[in-house]
């Protein structure tokens, strides 16, 4: 059976640029000279964590959701550029459970009234690849961590940007099943409608284990360490 797949306007805005909620939050690192593109519900509190900052360093909020921090007039040229991207079904229910307008309501209608701005609509409705490909579909990013291999992959970040490894904390997990165990036939094909484009560029399949892949997505030029 064919896939029903997404399309690049499903969703309002639905490209990295500034001043607008599909742009995303950033952090920077001038120590290790990168910056950190933050995806919603993909462990991000736990990578920046990793680089010991908080809250009240503007490096923390280097960038967010398209609006530079006061402290910057412009983003740093030739810093190495990541992000973390997660198995598209089990992103969205982390999200759904996670997000207060949403999680007392049941999957179907959820699906069928997803949030349209604010909040709710970065860590549920907002496509992966929304925050990930500029305008004329190139990757903006030189390396993209999965999620379903954060620590191995978050080692490779560290080797190739010189900083030393750190075992990331689990930060803001919530309780609850398996993915599978939410979805039926109806609810997955509703779900592709929205999300198929992500499931189709990060070569995720609907199966226990989601590892479709051998190894993590770099850029061209980026070399693998």
């Not at 950033?26 to 519900?41: E, V």
């Not at 920046?48 to 967010?64: E, G, K, R, S, V």
């Not at 993209?144 to 191995?152: P, T």
Request: aromatic letters at 12%.
């Amino acid at each position: 059976m064919g896939t029903e797949l997404g399309q690049p306007n499903d969703f309002p805005g639905e490209t990295a640029g500034a001043g607008n909620q599909d742009s995303p939050r950033s952090m920077i690192s001038h120590t290790y000279k990168c910056i950190f593109i933050h995806q919603r519900k993909c462990a991000g509190s736990s990578i920046i964590h990793a680089f010991d900052l908080n809250p009240a360093n503007p490096d923390w909020h280097f960038m967010n959701d398209g609006v530079l921090s006061p402290e910057y007039t412009s983003a740093p040229a030739g810093y190495f550029r990541f992000s973390v991207i997660r198995n598209p079904w089990d992103r969205f229910i982390s999200g759904w459970k996670y997000c207060t307008t949403t999680r007392h309501r049941s999957l179907p209608d959820v699906l069928a009234n997803l949030p349209r701005e604010g909040h709710d609509y970065r860590h549920l409705t907002r496509p992966q690849h929304a925050i990930l490909y500029d305008e004329n579909g190139r990757l903006i990013v030189d390396y993209l961590i999965r999620f379903e291999s954060l620590q191995q992959d978050f080692d490779q970040v560290c080797d190739i940007i010189g900083k030393p490894r750190r075992v990331l904390a689990h930060r803001n997990r919530g309780a609850r099943t398996h993915y599978s165990d939410y979805f039926d036939e109806d609810s997955r094909r509703i779900f592709l409608r929205h999300f198929g484009r992500d499931v189709e560029l990060f070569d995720y399949d609907y199966c226990w284990s989601c590892l479709n892949f051998a190894q993590p997505i770099l850029s061209a030029g980026t070399d693998a360490v």
